[in-house]
């Protein structure tokens, strides 16, 4: 039994925001009250001026195994979203080979289960191999719990095969999860086109390029009736098209990464390949127009898009190295700056990280009503830490936000009832 | 007194500091002149020139600036070099560097490569052209050959002509000329117009007439002719018919306007003959300057012999 006192309960699913304390047992919320009393042998963590919320969900990360572990594994991967507050992640199929079928996916999960601090949620690819060509085995995956198909990173091109994707994961409840990128207008780009990439000498990836992919998508799934989440949204023009479909009644979803909320092209200026990442930081113009769009609803959902990759392959020219950059642990504190400056409600900030991804996919928890798992995240929103690459849990360390001071960072990690992280330690080893 | 470690680009300048190495340039113009094109100022330093782009002129031109100076100069040409066997920017820096090099000039095809190697080695690095991002020495001869023929850069209305879009010696250009207080015009097809020129205080054109007018410098740049393959522009002939500088097209600029090329010329392309080898082409003259610029630069950034100083 684990009773957690005095802390300010963020529950946007159950309309609570309030202090509350919570007890939970055998990986389950027992009761919400305003004093519990402590149960005989109850372990209590007192959370007072801190905030309580449902477990938080980050629905786009790369673990990068099988086969690419030289970058990230699933046993480094989940620590860090432990060390982040993130009670479960779904991982994106974008490993070697392709997370493609029922066998991959069962071997994500057995490797989840044996290694894993956190709960991990695999998505599928949407085509076999992610090459675009033949619709991978979605039936087959969703048998084995898959919720979301993706071919994250290589966008599937041929709308044809788009629509067959959204009328055949439709049968089984499957989330198609769109990277929307034309890939003939992102050319060989390296960053978002305009005064920067001007400036800086190098390649530019237009807006045009994210929006005109999201207008196919949005076509296609309303013409299939299907669900579709736009993965990573950058751009004011994509918001508008999602706002504007929603408003007609579309199943549209989307994401948006706290870096896009928080940094602009101008952090390129330096040529730091921590700032090269696909879809580019963008121009302050559309950093606004996300943050608006997170704060009135139109953006559903904070994912991380967290990409290690090894300081080998990033400690080269601007244009060769790949893009990406780790963001499990540096999202709570980015999002409270954000709250912190009136931008964003704490409801909808926890919402977008727990209650709407577990919505979108379908997933358990996303809040922290009797009944519900046990998975929960304490916030200390005073506290202050500047991050040295040594600090990271993730094996990757091209994280922009290293050497800054962030403020509101996790305390307290608890996966179906077992505590995970605390005061900044894993427990989980 | 030169506080820089390194010249990665104009754009960090003051106008000091190039009005600095332009002052400088001027009595080491006059030991390119000489018999004897040798002084012993940089004896005992070594510079190495890191080219992983083909280049003629600017290599040769740091090389014997190096020369003329008393320095030892080493060119590494990367196609024999280990970077062929896969060696990274900063490795091949570092090797470079622990031999004791004072200087290393590095043109790379990547924008920002002068700059991770700047950031990783103790030898002072020079930027001799980074992708589409900066070539300052190219800028600072260009200044010079203009401040020699005009007196001053300040209130001259400047026409840069051509890619705009893939050029570093435009970007170069535009902030030096910016800084010196000149008024800077491009033209050019609006597919090779890099977006947000407006905001660089620079006026952009796209009938070339219109950017001529009343000119007193014209700066033609290159054109890589592979941009057409890419689909940038239809065919080379109608880039030569739209853009290219032809005598008709000089003599709308102002009376004994000059004409710049960075070089290499595509000669009825971008620049018909009689133009290129015309009286107001002053094309030869900034190949000089380019060796003097850069004896400027190497003697500043070394701190090059406090007592023998060449005036």
Known sequence: MFLVKGGMLVDPAAGIKAVRDILLQDGKVVEIGEHLERPEGAEVYDATGKLVTPGLIDMHVHLREPGLEAKETIASGTRAAAMGGFTSVCCMPNTNPVTDSLALVEAVQAISKRDGAVRVFPIG?????????????????AQAGVRAVSDDGKPVARAEIMRLALEYAKMFEVTVVSHCEEQSLAGDGVMHYGPMSAMLGLKGIPAAAEEVMVARDIILAE????????????????????????????????????????????????????????????????????RQGLADGTIDCIATDHAPHTIEEKAVEFGAAPFGLVGLETAVP???????????????????????????????????????????????????????????????????????????????????????????????? | MWKRKDLLGIKELSADEINQILDQAVPMKDIIKRDIKKVPTLRGKSVINLFYEPSTRTRTSFELAGKYLSADTVNIAVSTSSVVKGETLIDTGKTIDVMG??????????????????????????????????????ALLDLFTIKEAKGS???????????????????????????????????????????????????????????????????????????????????????????????????????????????????????????????????????????????????????????????
């Not at chain 1, 928080?262 to 090269?276: F, P, Q």
């Not at chain 2, 700059?115 to 020079?126: G, N």
């Not at chain 2, 009286?279 to 004896?295: D, F």
């Open chain 2, 153 to 311: 850069i300040e209130g001259l209305t400047v026409t840069i002509l051509g890619d705009i879009l893939h050029s570093r010696v435009a970007r170069s250009n535009i902030w030096g000329l910016k800084k010196l207080g000149a008024k800077v015009r491009v033209a050019g097809p609006s597919t090779l117009m890099p977006p947000g020129l407006g905001d660089w205080g620079v006026e952009v054109y796209h009938r070339v007439e219109d950017a001529l007018e009343g000119a007193d410098v014209v700066n033609v740049l290159r054109l890589q002719l592979e941009r057409q393959q890419k689909g940038l522009f239809p065919t080379i002939r109608e880039y030569a018919r739209q853009w290219g500088l032809n005598s008709r097209r000089v003599s709308l600029a102002k009376p004994g306007a000059m004409v710049l090329h960075p070089g290499p010329m595509n000669r009825g392309v971008e620049i018909s003959p009689e133009v290129a080898d015309g009286l107001q082409s002053v094309i030869t003259e900034q190949v000089t300057n380019g060796v003097a610029v850069r004896m400027a630069i190497l003697y500043l950034m070394t701190g090059g012999g406090v007592s023998d100083v060449p005036r």
């Open chain 2, 101 to 138: 090099a004072d200087v290393v000039v590095i043109r790379h095809q990547a924008s920002g490569a002068p700059h991770l190697l700047a950031k990783h080695i103790k030898a002072k690095v020079i930027n001799a052209g980074d992708g589409a991002h900066e070539h300052p020495t190219q």
């Open chain 1, 334 to 429: 980015l999002i409270m700056e954000l709250v912190r400056n009136k931008e964003l409600d704490i409801e909808r900030a926890v919402a977008a990280l727990s209650s709407n991804p577990a919505r979108v996919f379908g997933l358990p928890g996303g809040t922290l009503q009797p009944g519900s798992p046990a998975d929960l995240t304490v916030i200390d929103p005073d506290l202050e830490l500047v991050l040295k690459p040594e600090d990271l849990r993730s094996q990757g360390k091209n994280s922009p936000f290293l050497g800054t001071e962030l403020k509101g960072f996790p305390v307290l990690t608890m996966v179906e009832g077992q505590v995970v992280m605390r005061e900044r330690n894993l427990l989980a080893d």
């Open chain 1, 125 to 141: 690819a949407i085509t076999k191999g992610s090459q675009g060509q033949e619709l991978a085995e979605i039936g087959d995956m």
């Open chain 1, 223 to 290: 013409a299939a009736g299907a669900k579709l989440h736009i993965a990573h949204i950058s751009t004011r023009g994509s918001l508008e098209l999602v706002r504007a479909a929603k408003a007609r009644g579309v199943n549209v979803s989307c994401e948006v990464t706290p870096h896009h909320l928080s940094l602009s092209d101008e952090a390129v200026s330096g040529y730091s390949t921590s700032t090269k990442v696909n879809p580019p930081l963008r121009s302050w113009d559309h950093v606004s127009a996300l």
